[in-house]
């Protein structure tokens, strides 16, 4: 269990429960005490690393290889998903997916970031980064949506915008922007969920919604802290320092009033148990959603809009 994949944080408690399993298959009536002691010792350790985490360490459990992404979830939270490509422009994106599909009984537009695993994969959803025909295809969705009179969930998990000059020769600002605006007057319920790095305007681009909900361990900021810490500091060295410095944590910007619900994660994190972890976000997001249809629609951009002018405060001289 102690791979490569491993954080640094987690190997004592991966180590300890390895050994547990190494007991468990010798067996045998004379090691029932030690296994019952060792997996006292296992919860215990893993509750005083998990409760003393640093910003930093919360940024690489957002980044986790094996957390549960965006496919992940609409496998287990939703019913005949039927994906649909592309922005009708330049091509489809694979760092972007989304489609229809029917959640808690209801037809919805799900709508997510993409990361992939191993290389291959990685390099063909370009590392959950996406260029403009994402956020385009994006919005074609949310517009046949609003056509329709589907409730919207989006599933934030991207380090942020492709900054290639591919992206920027096709418009990437301006595919960020249009979301924006057109997230913030569409006619039915937004529900965006932070399931991993929300990254910069990339991430802001599925985020505009009446309720933002993170998990215990996702990040949400309008940087990375390396790209804060080359940009401050110009010393990578200082990165967990701007990771503490830029309250990026989910428990951080829930005191701020950025995100409307933190979902608890199974002890360990989403990768310990993605089963659970989904159990737990269709809860939330049924709960979240049935409150959000019974809104009259004027009702429900007006909510909208002043949700995002009390975001924030300025502090007088």
Not at 153 to 167: E, K, N, R, S, V
């Amino acid at each position: 269990m102690a791979d490569r994949q491993t954080l640094e944080f987690e190997r004592p408690i991966l180590e300890l429960e390895a050994k547990i399993e190494e007991l468990k298959r010798l067996g045998g009536s004379a090691l029932q005490a030690e296994l019952r002691q060792l997996e006292r010792r296992a919860r215990r350790l893993q509750e005083e690393v998990f409760s003393e985490l640093s910003a930093w360490q919360k940024v690489q459990l957002s980044r986790h290889p094996q957390r549960p992404f965006t496919l992940d979830y609409i496998s287990r939270l939703t019913a005949d998903f039927f994906e649909l490509h592309g922005d009708r422009h330049f091509g489809d994106d694979g760092a972007i997916v989304g489609g229809l599909a029917q959640f808690s009984g209801m037809p919805v537009v799900v709508i997510g970031h993409q990361k992939g695993r191993g290389t291959k994969e990685n390099v063909r959803r370009n590392f959950g980064m996406p260029r403009p025909e994402g956020y385009r295809k994006a919005l074609r969705l949310m517009e046949l949506a609003a056509r329709f009179q589907r409730p919207i969930l989006t599933f934030i998990d991207t380090p942020g915008a492709y900054p290639g000059i591919d992206a920027e020769e096709r418009g990437q600002a301006e595919a960020i922007a249009k979301n924006l605006e057109v997230m913030a007057r569409l006619p039915v319920p937004i529900i965006a969920t932070v399931i991993g790095e929300g990254g910069s305007g990339g991430a802001l681009a599925l985020g505009v919604a009446d309720r933002i909900l993170m998990l215990e361990y996702s990040i949400y900021s309008v940087i990375s802290p390396e790209g804060c810490a080359s940009i401050l500091w110009k010393d990578q060295q200082r990165v967990e320092v701007a990771a503490q410095e830029l309250k990026l944590s989910a428990q951080d910007l829930r005191r701020l009033g950025v995100n409307d619900e933190v979902i608890q994660e199974p002890p360990g994190g989403a990768h310990r148990d993605p089963e659970a972890m989904a159990r737990s976000v269709a809860e939330t997001l049924s709960r979240h959603l049935a409150e959000l249809v019974a809104i009259p629609k004027a009702e429900l951009l007006a909510r909208r809009y002043q949700k995002y002018r009390a975001i924030g405060a300025v502090r007088g001289a």
